[in-house]
């Protein structure tokens, strides 16, 4: 089972001015297709061309570095461009309400999601998970998610973002905390509520 590139749902400048046309070009037409290429070329004739991405991460630590670290590439990206989109807005319903009760208000979540970032050293990614039926914050190195059976903290992810440079330097050069406060506004909150569901 060959892994493909996803489409995106929307115009590389879709989420302009917060993410830049050429970054979302660039992320999607060549990060991520490396990480497919590279996942197809590390798995092939083995065992884990059989598993799903989901159950794949689950084992990951059965495999070599390549796989972890193009399967979780794949699988990062796949959500990261799910969960954006054109129209922002703010969450509602029972995702809003999980927000209240896990960290006081919507600000407060970002401030610890964007705090994930902003201390993750080097490359890696700010989550929102499902834990045990409840939210919580946590962050990964390079491409490893809280799927993983390596992670440190395990979890649903329901919101991903991606802090490696690859993700914001053309428009913010070094300056990650001015990326981390503007994605909020290309937050595609109705599809975040959609993982929260079914997390559940
Ligand atoms: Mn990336």
Not at 34 to 43: C, G, P, Q, W
Request: glycine fraction near 8%.
């Amino acid at each position: 089972m060959a892994h493909k590139l996803p489409d995106l749902k929307y115009a590389f400048n879709a989420l302009e001015p917060h993410i830049d046309a050429m970054t979302m070009e660039i992320h999607h037409d060549k990060h991520h297709a490396a990480y497919v290429t590279n996942l197809n070329k590390a798995i092939e004739g083995t065992d884990a061309e059989n598993l799903s991405l989901e159950d794949l991460m689950a084992n990951i630590s059965k495999y070599p570095m390549a796989v972890r670290n193009n399967g979780g590439g794949h699988y990062n990206h796949t959500l990261f461009w799910e969960i954006l989109g054109p129209n922002g807005g703010a969450p509602s319903g029972k995702l809003a309400d999980a927000i209240n009760d896990a960290f006081g208000s919507l600000d407060s979540l970002k401030e610890q999601m964007n705090n994930a970032g902003a201390t993750r050293f080097g490359s890696g990614w700010a989550w929102l998970i499902v834990q045990n039926g409840k939210l919580a914050v946590c962050s990964t190195p390079n491409q490893d998610n809280p799927l993983m059976d390596i992670a440190e903290v395990k979890g649903t992810p329901i919101l991903g973002i991606d802090v490696w440079e690859h993700a914001y330097y053309l428009k913010y050069q070094n300056k990650r905390p001015d990326y981390l406060g503007a994605i909020w506004n290309v937050i595609n909150w109705e599809e975040v509520a959609k993982r929260y569901e079914a997390a559940l």
